[in-house]
């Protein structure tokens, strides 16, 4: 068994993690792929005259990403001592897009995420990226509250 598991260190996606690991375990997955997408967002507003858009860009991309493996790091420790390939992926672009991409190339069995991330926005039921990939994908979604 293949499974992709979403992390950006809110709540539900730590939620999520530790479903994840019990999962795997119970059915014994082969492989386990943890990714998390982040995104840098610039608005002209936010850019000071002293300072390029593109070295803006890439202080917020530098930032992210090292974000990004910090989270990485800490949820492949959930996976620690599972007797499974256990792989990080850290990846730029929009959340859901990236995730709907992945889980179309990826031949998963099972997507696992949390019902909510860091965005601001809140959804009645469900955050906009666990909805769009859970409306997108073919593969079987597991969505922690």
């Not at 007797?83 to 990826?106: D, Q, R, Y």
């Amino acid at each position: 068994m293949k499974i992709l598991v979403c992390t950006d260190s809110s709540k539900h996606s730590m939620k999520a993690l530790k479903m994840a690991a019990q999962v795997a375990a119970g059915c014994k997955a082969d492989t386990i792929d943890i990714v998390h997408v982040y995104h840098v967002d610039l608005h002209l507003s936010d850019l000071h005259s002293t300072v390029s858009q593109i070295e803006q860009y890439e202080f917020m991309q530098k930032f992210k990403k090292e974000e990004g493996e910090k989270i990485l790091d800490a949820a492949a420790r959930v996976f620690a001592g599972l007797n499974a390939e256990v792989n990080t992926i850290l990846k730029e672009g929009h959340p859901a897009g990236t995730i709907i991409k992945m889980a179309a190339a990826g031949n998963y069995d099972l997507i696992v995420m949390g019902s909510r991330g860091l965005g601001g926005l809140k959804k009645a039921l469900l955050g906009s990226v666990s909805n769009a990939v859970l409306q997108e994908v073919q593969t079987s979604v597991l969505i922690v509250k």
